[in-house]
């Protein structure tokens, strides 16, 4: 379910079909008010539901259970098709198929279930659930379909007072989804200031509260400080004073700089000027209660199963000099953390690896498939927790018999199609390379843009091996000719999953078609090539994006505490993979794993587990131990990359396309 809170890169993008919205919803906000948390999390599992079922149901209940929403929302199309069922297991079975299509992101499906199952239960939309799944799906549709259902809920007199105050904020939740900050809490402003006057909209102002504070806390720091010191803001009244208590939240973590967030609480405390203000109690056993998530008990020994011999050697010292410097760190707090390096291109590593003592409960790695299903055949995964740095791994693995931490090409869609999809965009063209690489990889994506409410409206290869012939396949990919004029080509976004040798030659082809009105995006390869020194001709990327997960740029304090240490060891600069291992040793050693574990227990602990200051992007782990890392936006320049301007570029890309 997607959160209000959810990470994202820093940048603001502001889309006119958003604003539209805003036009649209905010002079309505005088209608009603309600008591609700307005912006809930996602939740780990699924609700509790009806008591176990025999038969059809019973197999609906197990796969929503199970989280695999993709069969239950199947199984619940047919459930709820059949003659002759009553009237609660119909209401049953609509409630499962909204829930599991809000899940799968198919956003019509979800919203005609949801009022089906308002209209066989009188009262369902009052349920904080239904009005969150309503929420959920809205904010799947395309801007103008969005737009007409919220103007619709709006006039609607019939619905409780709670669900259209949360329609009246959603164009807040849009805008903190795109990460404009600052334009989404103005619009919470003015929806908590209409809220005042009676028992309810007080009850609903603190509500409002609660939840911003904690999804102010994914913020990074410089967008916290942005806001703080904002011109004209009000910090002694919502929504700046919510922000003023992050600020103090973030003092209170080191204890130097503690007396100085209780200066900001004891202010607030003076103004009372909040509906919620057992927060600011709260806040007081917020430093406490979190050291024990990040602190690791002393003794603790991790391991790195690493190709330290081989090609790969460099990206493997990097990470170990990353992993040192956690442990430095932690030594200088008098915890003592120690690491076992085994080099896994060296004779006998399996050996060494399975001879380490049984309080070695985590190791990082390995870094290549190869040795990944060495360990795998050997039975070594299940006597150890391997924290595998890996896009992906083979079959059920992930959470059962290994764990990741490493982006996936899922996660590095997710960051180019929020992006694209914030922008409006509804069709894409993926053009790759005819190799395994290539067709794995458009294969996913495909499947990937659907969740988003998307389609793949052209797809095309070309043979890698022959770059004579690169410049002919791309021009009849687009189906153009020379000098045939503005190309057709029927995407408004491009997948280049390709190498920069391949895209030298595929981008001027592309623009010399006139396709430089659509959006690319590449992948990782080309954060490599870049890294590497690459030198491109930028006027063609003025559009581009690729997902990266390391921001050299980032100015949170774990980026700067690695980046001097790498630079008081004499080496070059602190890069992902120094973060990699960096961050590794500090999460890891924070799960304090004792004797006994298993895979079930590692789960529950990865998916209620806070976090840590994050080098590279954020990794999240649902309960399933699955992971998830929010990755960072990038475009290129002529001298390397860059994080992406996204309100330029979504300035230029309307104007390109004449919106």
């Known amino acids: 379910m997607p959160s209000f809170s ?36 996602p939740q780990s599992t699924p609700p509790a539901s009806q008591p176990a079922a025999t038969g059809e149901a019973a197999l609906l209940e197990q796969s929503f259970r199970a989280r695999d929403f993709a069969k239950a929302e199947k199984l619940a199309v047919a459930y709820t098709g059949r003659q002759n069922i009553s009237r609660s297991d119909l209401a049953h079975g609509l409630r499962i198929l909204a829930l599991s299509a809000v899940q799968t992101r198919h956003a019509n499906t979800a919203v005609s279930a949801l009022e089906r199952w308002r209209s066989v239960a009188p009262g369902a939309d009052e349920s904080e659930e239904w009005r969150n799944a309503w929420l959920d799906a809205a904010s799947l549709l395309p801007g103008a379909e969005a737009e007409r259902l919220a103007r619709q809920a709006l006039n609607d007199q019939t619905r409780p007072q709670a669900f259209r105050w949360d329609v009246a904020a959603l164009s807040a939740r849009q805008d903190w989804n795109a990460a404009d900050y600052a334009r989404a809490l103005e619009k919470l402003k003015t929806v908590y200031t209409s809220a005042g006057g009676s028992a309810q909209g007080k009850a609903y102002q603190a509500g409002l509260e609660r939840r911003l504070f904690e999804d102010l806390h994914s913020l990074r720091q410089h967008e916290i400080d942005r806001l703080a010191s904002r011109p004209g803001a009000d910090t002694a009244s919502f929504p700046y004073a919510i922000v003023k208590l992050e600020e103090a939240r ?22 009372n000027s909040l509906a919620a203000p057992d927060i600011l109690a709260q806040w007081a056993s917020l430093p406490d209660s979190a050291v024990p998530a990040v602190l690791p008990s002393s003794g603790q020994v991790l391991a790195l199963a690493l190709p330290r011999s081989g090609k790969f050697g460099s990206f493997s010292d990097r990470i170990v000099m990353g992993a040192n410097i956690a442990c430095a760190e932690f030594a200088a707090a008098g915890v003592n953390v120690r690491l076992e390096v085994i080099d896994t291109d060296k004779p006998g590593w399996e050996e060494k690896l399975a001879a380490l003592p049984e309080n070695v409960r985590i190791v990082g790695g390995p870094l290549q498939n190869y040795d990944y299903t060495k360990l795998k055949a050997g039975g070594e995964l299940s006597k150890r927790a391997f924290f ?55 294969e996913a994506f495909a499947a990937r843009v659907k969740l988003y409410s998307g389609h793949i409206t052209s797809q095309g290869s070309y043979p890698p091996q022959q770059p004579d012939t690169w410049t002919q396949v791309t021009a009849g990919f687009l189906g153009a000719r ?29 623009f010399y078609y006139k396709t430089n009105n659509r959006i690319l995006m590449g992948t990782s390869l080309w954060e490599q090539g870049l890294s590497a020194g690459k030198h491109i001709d930028a006027h063609y990327y003025d559009l581009a994006i690729f997902p990266g997960a390391w921001n050299a740029s980032n100015p949170e304090p774990a980026v700067e505490k690695l980046r001097l240490a790498v630079a008081s060891s004499g080496q070059k600069e602190a890069d992902f993979w120094s973060g990699l291992g960096y961050d590794f040793v500090r999460f890891t050693a924070g799960l304090n794993m004792a004797p006994g574990w298993t895979p079930q227990t590692l789960n529950a602990a990865l998916s209620a587990n806070p976090g840590i200051a994050w080098s590279c992007a954020p990794i999240k782990w649902n309960s399933a131990g699955q992971a998830s890392q929010a990755l960072f936006l990038f475009t290129p320049t002529g001298d390397g990359f860059a994080p992406v301007d996204a309100t330029g570029l979504a300035e230029k890309f309307n104007r390109l396309r004449g919106r």
Not at 9 to 37: D, E, H, T, Y
Not at 404 to 426: E, I, Y
Not at 491 to 510: C, F, K, R, S
């Open 250 to 271: 973030r003092y209170a973590m080191d204890p130097l700089t503690k007396p100085l967030g209780q200066e900001i609480v004891d202010a607030l405390v003076a103004k």
């Open 482 to 510: 020379k000098g045939s004029g503005p190309s057709g080509a029927p995407y408004e976004a491009l997948l280049l999953p390709g190498t920069w040798e391949q895209m030298d030659i595929i981008v001027p082809t592309l």
């Open 388 to 442: 595998t740095f890996m896009p992906r791994l083979e079959g059920a693995d992930e959470g059962n018999l290994a764990w990741r931490f490493f982006a996936s090409p899922d996660d590095q869609f997710d960051a180019l199609l929020r992006f694209t999809s914030v922008l409006g965009v509804t069709s894409y063209g993926s053009f790759y390379p005819e190799d395994n690489y290539g067709n794995r990889v458009n």
């Open 6 to 41: 959810a990470h994202k890169s820093s940048f603001s993008v502001f889309s006119p079909r958003l604003l539209l919205l805003a036009i649209i919803i905010l002079p309505l906000l005088a209608a009603g008010c309600g008591k609700n948390v307005l912006f809930p999390q």
